[in-house]
């Protein structure tokens, strides 16, 4: 499982939900101090299989974020790329700023799944 790195004094954790039907879809968690923090400021990300860089195909709006409350407060964004051939990514990158971080493309486990031994 990922681990969150700081990018341009943010803690920043991306999730590779799915891989299935020609596309990749992952989502940017990113934890703030205040719900208007990243107003404005674009977040990208490319999302590679091997030597190929999918293509974006949604996208939020530049500093267009859907926020998740409890105790801390996470700006989150979601993003769809293109697979038709099915290829398995590897990489994650994330820029915030003039900052990247780069994390393994590990697909997020279904809880409802049974786990193989």
């Given amino acids: 499982m990922n681990e969150a790195q700081k990018v341009s004094g943010y ?3 991306p ?3 799915s891989n299935t039907g020609g596309v990749a879809r992952l989502h940017v968690s990113i934890a703030v101090g205040e719900v208007d923090e990243l107003a404005g400021r674009p977040v990208a990300v490319s ?3 091997g ?3 999918l293509a974006v195909t ?3 709006a530049d500093g267009a ?3 998740l409350e409890t105790i801390a407060v996470t700006a989150v964004a979601d993003f769809a790329f293109a697979n038709p051939d099915g290829l398995v990514p590897d ?3 994330v820029t915030l700023g003039d900052e990247s971080a780069t994390w393994p493309a590990e697909l997020r486990e279904d809880p409802g799944s049974p786990s193989i031994a």
Avoid: G, S
Wanted: charged residues 25%; glycine residues 0%; proline residues 5%.
């Fill in 11 to 13: 803690w920043v954790l």
């Fill in 15 to 17: 999730t590779l939900e």
């Fill in 51 to 53: 030597d190929q860089e």
């Fill in 58 to 60: 949604e996208a939020p």
């Fill in 47 to 49: 999302l590679r299989a």
């Fill in 91 to 93: 990489t994650i990158t």
């Fill in 65 to 67: 974020y859907y926020h």
